[in-house]
């Protein structure tokens, strides 16, 4: 077998995902793809607009208007 380094990335993806394979079964293989997938877009840049002028005290109102009445 050619040391992980020595291999083209090509190489090194059909390696890893054989081994994900071997360890998780097709189903968690295909899941793991699924949830690990590269996006796009600026996750940093959107984040901090999402969060602009977030306080702990509008998240925790937030929180709490999406709890359940029963466990308020």
């Known amino acids: 077998m ?3 380094e020595q291999m ?3 190489e090194f993806e059909r390696h ?3 081994i994900l394979r071997r360890e998780l079964g ?3 293989l295909a899941r793991f793809l699924r949830v690990y997938r ?3 877009g ?4 959107d984040r901090h607009q999402w969060l602009e002028g977030a ?3 509008k998240i925790m109102a937030e929180v709490e208007s ?3 009445s029963a466990s308020r």
């Open 16 to 18: 890893a995902l054989g």
């Open 26 to 28: 097709v189903d968690g």
């Open 8 to 10: 083209s990335d090509e």
């Open 42 to 45: 600026d996750y940093t840049r």
């Open 55 to 57: 306080t702990i005290e």
């Open 38 to 40: 590269a996006g796009s």
């Open 2 to 4: 050619i040391p992980v």
């Open 66 to 68: 999406r709890r359940p």
